[in-house]
């Protein structure tokens, strides 16, 4: 493949009729925070990509089924099987099925407290049988090696 290199800015591209090779089908996007600053700085990126999301049908498929799926944690809320957070969470619940948006991040794509089960993410994407996985991280080391475990796994 040729990269081809913007000589205004640098930025570096592989052109469409060169990118034959990896076609994405489908996203399932998972982004983990501590708190609902952290989600600030690319809410209005995910908000134009949930966006254009809707407008992508991949071929073949449930003209419903979304070719973006946003998968939103916070780490630092209390998971609804926590007492003390039964409440909150019916009602940010019950607030996202009347309006459609999230209250912490104002996306369609709810957020749930704590992290996400690994085990059970891999196990329904291969329930699906989409074809290969292919999984990108940026993140911290030790949950790249979890991720890698599940990843081998499946």
Not at 109 to 134: C, I, N, Y
Request: include cysteine; charge should be positive.
């Amino acid at each position: 493949m040729t990269n081809q290199k913007c000589p205004e800015c640098g930025h570096r591209w592989v052109p469409p009729e060169n990118s034959g090779s990896f076609k994405i089908k489908k996203v399932d996007f998972f982004w983990i925070n501590r708190d609902q600053h952290s989600f600030e700085w690319f809410l209005k990126l995910m908000t134009q990509l949930e966006i254009d999301a809707r407008e992508i049908t991949v071929a073949d498929e449930d003209p419903e089924a979304s070719f973006l799926d946003l998968h939103m944690y916070m780490t630092s809320a209390l998971h609804k099987s926590d007492v003390k957070a039964v409440g909150l969470q019916m009602a940010l619940e019950l607030m996202h099925e009347k309006s459609n948006k999230d209250v912490i991040t104002g996306l369609k794509a709810r957020t749930k407290a704590g992290r996400p089960d690994w085990k059970e993410v891999f196990t329904e994407l291969s329930k699906k049988k989409k074809g290969k996985l292919t999984v990108f991280f940026c993140g911290s080391p030790i949950l790249a090696k979890v991720i890698n475990q599940y990843c081998n796994k499946f």
